[in-house]
C-alpha cells in the first residue's frame, strides 16, 4: 500500500513539473518596436520639361504709332537644376499668333531662348525669366526684329510629371527692316509642363 502511494505521488509529481518544462523556465524576449518617422515630401525640379501654352499678347509700337492684341499659342522646353532652396534653367519658347498691328502688319509668331532661376519651394517654384526674344511679322516691308524679354514666372507641381505654369513677360524689339518702327509687347500666359 505503502509501495502504491509512492508511485501515485511521484506521477502526481512528475506530472506537474511537465508544464514547467514545457513552458520553459526562461520568458520569451519581446522584440524591440523601432519606430520610424516619416520624411517630409520633396520635389526634386532637376531635369528636362516639355509643355503647351496659352497666352494673351498686347503690343504697341512707336514711329509709327500702332496698337494690337490677340491669343498666343506655344510650345516651350527647359532643362532645370534643383539646387535645394533654388533652381536654375533655361529653355526656348515658340508662339504662333494672329495679332494685327494697325492694319499695317501681322505679329505671327514669338521665339524666345532665356534663363530663369528662382526659389524652391517644395512642390511650387516662383522664378524671374530673361532672355533672347524675336518677333515675326507677315510685312516683308515691315519684317522680323531681334529683342528681349523679362518677367516672372510660377509653377506648382501637380503630379511627379505634370506641372501648371504661368508667366507675365515684357518685350522689347527695336531691330525691325522697318527702321523707325519699335515694338513693346506684353504677354500673359498658362503651360501645362510634362517633366523626365
Known sequence: MIRTNLIVAAGLTAAMA????AGGVTETAVEPVT????APIGTDWTGPSVGVQLG????????????????????RAYYD??????????GLQYDTADIDIGGVTTLDAV?????????DLG?????????????????PAVGDSNGYFAGLGYEVMLT?????????LYHNFDDFTLGTL???????????????
Not at 35 to 38: F, Q
Open 81 to 90: 537644376y534643383d539646387f535645394g532652396d533654388f533652381i536654375v534653367g533655361g
Open 18 to 21: 511537465v508544464p514547467a518544462f
Open 35 to 38: 519606430i520610424v518617422a516619416a
Open 56 to 75: 494673351y499678347g498686347d503690343v504697341s509700337t512707336s514711329g509709327p504709332a500702332l496698337d494690337g492684341d490677340g491669343v498666343l499659342l506655344g510650345l
Open 123 to 139: 512642390r511650387n517654384w516662383i522664378y524671374g525669366t530673361a532672355g533672347w526674344a524675336m518677333a515675326q511679322t507677315s510685312n
Open 182 to 196: 519699335e515694338a513693346d509687347a506684353t504677354t500673359a500666359s498658362v503651360s501645362v509642363n510634362f517633366r523626365f
Open 160 to 168: 511627379d510629371n505634370v506641372s501648371l505654369g504661368a508667366e507675365l
Open 111 to 119: 521665339t524666345r531662348v532665356g534663363l530663369r532661376a528662382g526659389v
